[in-house]
T-cell receptor, first 111, second 114 residues
Framework: DQQVKQNSPSLSVQEGRISILNCDYT??????FLWYKKYPAEGPTFLIS?????DKNEDGRFTVFLNKSAKHLSLHIVPSQPGDSAVYFC??????????FGPGTRLSVLP | KAGVTQTPRYLIKTRGQQVTLSCSPI?????VSWYQQTPGQGLQFLFE???????NKGNFPGRFSGRQFSNSRSEMNVSTLELGDSALYLC?????????????FGEGSRLTVL
């Protein structure tokens, strides 16, 4: 029973366009969410987080949107760059409990 | 400052053997958590240690165990290895513990069980 789902295993986007990565969760107790990026042969690196008291958080080219009623969050990357090509994981937690990670979405940004 | 260090980076074992993986967290971080990554499954939480005590545990069999030392370094042990244990094992450190903020990951230990 996957509590965190990323239904798109892969996504291809043209350089300069917007990348939208989606994540759905089932546990209504989750109130803290993170996005991680992972390159091959490296550990995941933190991108951006959001808590349930907000519905949007921005950091440079990265914006995360949270829709609590739909149990859905999305990561927007604008503009997309070839260096953004990686696997993106979303993670959710009931604050203080362990994070549950999604299976990941492989983003390819085409030059 | 130095990041999270995992050793060994790669190892090959045969079924029935046991393996020990090591993780040195970022200086000052008291929480170390372990994850198993397999294709299509994302990162599956194994357990978390905080100040030498196991604080959270995922749904893995008892063959998977861990410990944390007084210097916050952590080890993970898998006994009686099975083919399905082949995976990338990641550890992450954090200041206050899982679910409270950013996790800092090591590069992982890739285990192949033959």
């Amino acid at each position: 029973d996957q509590q965190v789902k990323q239904n798109s295993p892969s996504l291809s986007v043209q350089e300069g366009r917007i990348s939208i990565l989606n994540c759905d969760y089932t546990n209504s107790m989750f109130d803290y969410f993170l996005w991680y990026k992972k390159y091959p042969a490296e550990g995941p690196t933190f991108l951006i987080s959001i808590s349930s008291i907000k519905d949007k958080n921005e950091d440079g080219r990265f914006t995360v949107f949270l829709n609590k009623s739909a149990k859905h969050l999305s990561l927007h990357i604008v503009p997309s760059q070839p260096g953004d090509s990686a696997v993106y994981f979303c993670a959710a937690a009931n604050y203080g409990q362990n994070f549950v990670f999604g299976p990941g979405t492989r983003l390819s940004v085409l030059p | 400052k130095a990041g999270v260090t995992q050793t060994p980076r790669y190892l090959i074992k045969t079924r029935g053997q046991q393996v020990t993986l090591s993780c040195s967290p970022i200086s000052g971080h008291r929480s170390v958590s372990w994850y198993q990554q397999t294709p299509g499954q994302g990162l599956q939480f194994l357990f978390e240690y905080f100040s030498e005590t196991q604080r959270n545990k995922g749904n893995f069999p008892g063959r998977f165990s861990g410990r944390q030392f007084s210097n916050s370094r952590s080890e993970m042990n898998v006994s009686t290895l099975e083919l399905g244990d082949s995976a990338l094992y990641l550890c992450a450190s954090s200041l206050l513990g899982v679910g409270t903020g950013e996790l800092f990951f090591g590069e992982g230990s890739r285990l192949t069980v033959l």
